[in-house]
């Protein structure tokens, strides 16, 4: 039994899914990713004394902008016209957690955003602090839920 790939054609190349014909719905995606670090840098970030200045400020801002561009960064994504992009920060024992929530009311989902904007969120919080430390671990990027569409709603098991 041979199975259909969305993203390539019957010659075995890749191309972007056409989603004309489905239907527009609500879209949410949420991922969350880490990023462990030292506790003397999680403690200076924790209290707005990095070098670079506000790392958590300016890790949300980086997120939003990434998840509007995700599909100048992913060949084949769709450029889409997203209702929200939220970026939610958690300091733990050892690091931080980011959240990405993105939304929109269309044809396709927007799992490849939310992950990308917690990507270039911990990305950015790595260029913000590795004056403090350069052994930063930067791991668990996943999605944790998508709601709309054809599949309906999926939420990760923990």
């Not at 199975?3 to 489905?22: C, F, N």
């Not at 004394?49 to 939003?64: F, H, L, N, S, Y």
């Not at 602090?129 to 930063?136: C, H, N, Q």
Request: hydrophobic share 45%.
């Amino acid at each position: 039994m041979t199975q259909s790939l969305s993203h390539i054609d019957a010659e075995g190349t890749a191309r972007m899914v056409d989603v004309g014909e489905k239907a527009e719905t609500l879209r949410v995606a949420i991922a969350s990713g880490s990023i462990s670090m030292t506790p003397a840098a999680l403690a200076a970030i924790r209290a707005g004394d990095a070098p670079k200045g506000d790392v958590v400020g300016t890790a949300r801002i980086a997120g939003i902008m990434a998840a509007k561009r995700t599909a100048e960064l992913i060949p084949l994504c769709h450029s889409l016209s997203i209702n929200a992009a939220n970026l939610d920060f958690t300091f733990e024992d050892n690091g931080i957690r980011a959240t990405a929530t993105v939304s929109l009311s269309g044809r396709t989902g927007v799992e490849m955003e939310a992950i990308t904007a917690v990507s270039i969120a911990l990305v950015t919080i790595y260029d913000m602090a590795k004056a403090l430390d350069k052994g930063m671990v930067i791991g668990s990027i996943r999605l944790i839920e998508k709601r709309g569409g054809k599949s309906g709603h999926w939420r990760a098991q923990d």
